[in-house]
């Protein structure tokens, strides 16, 4: 594979790279990993290349959720059912809103490795190596579970590969019937708090028995595509689960089927955007609100030079107070290099905040006013806002503060579960999408 490049990175700087605890070890990892069966493949990659293009013109939606973090402890089949039932629940809603289809993508089945702000944690007079996921080290503050230990990227490997066969099982078996994932809805809606939303429900309802009543009963209706995404951040994963397409002879990174780049890791002579502009996955690239319009289009000219529609998604993460003065100079700057990227919001990492007692913690306000500065600045451009990226769970946690539950701070204290940033819980997720519906609804209209 070294004809295409792929080892070029290798002279690059790579940022948010461990320090292995054993070079012996982690040799002996990436040759086991280099043999493993691919856990996605590359006619699926292609399949979901093709739904961000139509997504790209306004022809789909794209949902793309899940953990800010996952972790081996959490890989049971009751908490994978509950995150892919949670992004199904919002997918349904999402497709009333919009007319059109909702693409459905889990940051799921590889998420085990996060960025930091420093190599090392203190806690006292205790100096130990920081929590990077459990790709690398374990969350628990001791020497034993803080040693970055190679034999966990095999591990981050099997759990991919057991969460994807659940995954698969859940959405082709029967679990994603539209009309049984619709049915979950209504207890949401039947809760007091949240009758705003009861009449986007009812309309789905007569929607769903429409259909009945043509007897539809069509296979679409019973299962969905569902790919799965993570943050392409470890190069010792990566690099030995990228295999050249037998079809096409071209590499592909086959740990998930869109993988993106960080705020962190952009650097456009860095390590992690020369080895991704080499792959044909779809790619993804957070912009925060210190992104320049040159900055979008050196980025545009190393990923996607071809300028090939599905093949780049820009996910912005502004923050609330800055993403109406910020996101329309990078979305003009798009449209001059005639490149078509997705545009999606990431209304969560531009609004974390400390509360009083300690939690890292975001706003349900800040999430959705967001939300709504992101459409406003597409209705505002005639642009299409493409797409949603959030960090949920489908567990009944408490980490953001507010919501139609009004979540507060010493509700954190009592339902706080989060090893890394927090997440919406069920039921802000599907009043996220409530509400964004109504964003859709209205784009629709303008």
């Not at 590889?110 to 374990?138: H, I, M, W």
């Not at 207890?187 to 009449?199: H, L, V």
């Not at 005639?382 to 980490?399: K, R, S």
Request: charged share 25%.
């Amino acid at each position: 594979m070294n004809e295409f490049g792929l080892d070029n990175y290798l002279n690059l700087e790579a940022k948010q790279q461990p320090t292995w605890d054993s070079q012996e070890t982690l040799e002996k990892v990436k040759e086991e990993l280099s043999v493993k069966p691919p856990l996605v493949f590359a006619g699926e990659v292609d399949s979901l290349r093709d739904r961000i293009a139509a997504a790209s013109r306004g022809e789909a939606f794209v949902l793309q959720g899940g953990d800010c973090a996952e972790t081996f402890a959490d890989a049971t089949a009751d908490r994978i059912r509950s995150r892919i039932k949670t992004v199904l629940q919002m997918a349904v809603v999402l497709m009333y809103g919009s007319s059109l289809p909702v693409v459905k993508m889990g940051r799921m089945a590889g998420q085990f490795a996060k960025p930091r702000s420093a190599d090392n944690e203190t806690r006292g007079d205790v100096t130990l190596p920081a929590y990077r996921g459990d790709a690398v080290n374990g969350y628990e503050f001791t020497p034993e579970s803080r040693k970055n230990d190679p034999n966990r990227l095999m591990q981050a490997y099997n759990t991919s590969a057991s969460t994807l066969n659940l995954i698969r099982a859940f959405t082709t078996g029967g679990f994603a019937d539209l009309r049984e994932v619709h049915s979950w809805n209504k207890g949401f809606t039947d809760n007091p708090a949240n009758k705003r939303y009861e009449s986007i429900a009812q309309d789905i309802d007569r929607a769903m028995r429409f259909m009945d009543a043509c007897g539809i009963d069509a296979n679409e209706l019973k299962s969905t595509e569902f790919f799965v995404s993570h943050e392409g951040l470890l190069f010792d994963y990566e690099r030995p689960l990228t295999r050249l397409d037998s079809r096409t002879g071209t590499p592909y990174v086959t740990s998930g089927h869109f993988i993106w780049v960080g705020e962190r890791t952009r650097q456009l002579d860095g390590a992690h955007i020369d080895y991704l502009s080499k792959v044909r996955n779809p790619l993804g690239v957070k912009l925060g609100p210190s992104t320049s319009k040159q900055d979008v289009l050196d980025l545009i000219d190393k990923l996607d030079p071809e300028r090939e529609p599905g093949r780049l998604t820009f996910i912005s993460r502004m923050g609330a107070g800055k993403i109406r003065d910020e996101l329309p100079k990078l979305i003009e700057a798009a449209q001059e290099s005639e490149s078509t990227p997705l545009w999606i919001t990431d209304p969560m990492h531009g609004n974390g905040m400390t509360t009083a007692n300690g939690y890292k913690s975001r706003r349900f306000d800040d999430i959705m006013d967001e939300v709504a500065g992101f459409f406003e600045v597409h209705r505002g451009l005639g642009t299409h806002p493409g797409g949603l990226h959030v960090e949920l769970t489908g567990d009944d946690v408490a980490e953001c503060l507010g919501g139609s539950d009004l979540i507060d701070e010493s509700t954190l204290a009592e339902r706080y579960e989060s090893v890394c940033d927090p997440r919406l819980n069920h039921m802000q997720s599907l009043e996220l999408a409530f509400l964004v519906a109504e964003q859709l609804v209205e784009t629709a209209r303008a």
